[in-house]
């Protein structure tokens, strides 16, 4: 059975940090992504990371502050988040695609297949 369990999330003070940690099981993935989810709002694409790690992509509203990475020995990939705002305030959810996805693709929520149940993230102002 294939699974992805979100941890880390919290409540931090702006200007403060927190990393997310996703552990997979039940099989690997090519590719994870990150998304948040704020109330009242649909879920957008935050950042996503290939196989070898070598590559990342993130959303222009999170580039140069948070940053994605993966250790494929345990199965997992993190999202490091620095200078957090208030706006960055959100359920953040883990996902993986069943096949690998061509560089363009990893912003489309639709195109993941699992999804991890989420972490809620508050930053206070």
């Known amino acids: 059975q294939v699974q992805l369990v979100e941890s880390g999330g919290g409540l931090v003070q702006a200007g403060g940090s927190l990393r997310l940690s996703c552990a997979a099981s039940?099989?690997?993935?090519?590719?994870f992504g990150w998304f948040r989810q704020a109330p009242g709002k649909e879920r957008e694409f935050v950042a996503a990371?290939?196989?070898?790690?070598?590559?990342?992509y993130y959303s222009d509203s999170v580039k140069g502050r948070f940053t994605i990475s993966r250790d494929n020995a345990k199965n997992t990939v993190y999202l490091q988040m620095n200078s957090l705002k208030s706006e960055d305030t959100a359920v953040y959810y883990c996902?993986?695609?069943?096949?690998?996805?061509?560089?363009?693709?990893?912003?489309?929520?639709?195109?993941?297949?699992?999804w991890g149940q989420g972490t809620q993230v508050t930053v206070s102002s």
């Open positions: 996902a993986a695609p069943r096949f690998s996805l061509a560089v363009p693709n990893l912003r489309l929520r639709s195109l993941y297949d699992y």
């Open positions: 990371i290939t196989r070898s790690g070598d590559s990342t």
């Open positions: 039940g099989r690997t993935f090519s590719s």
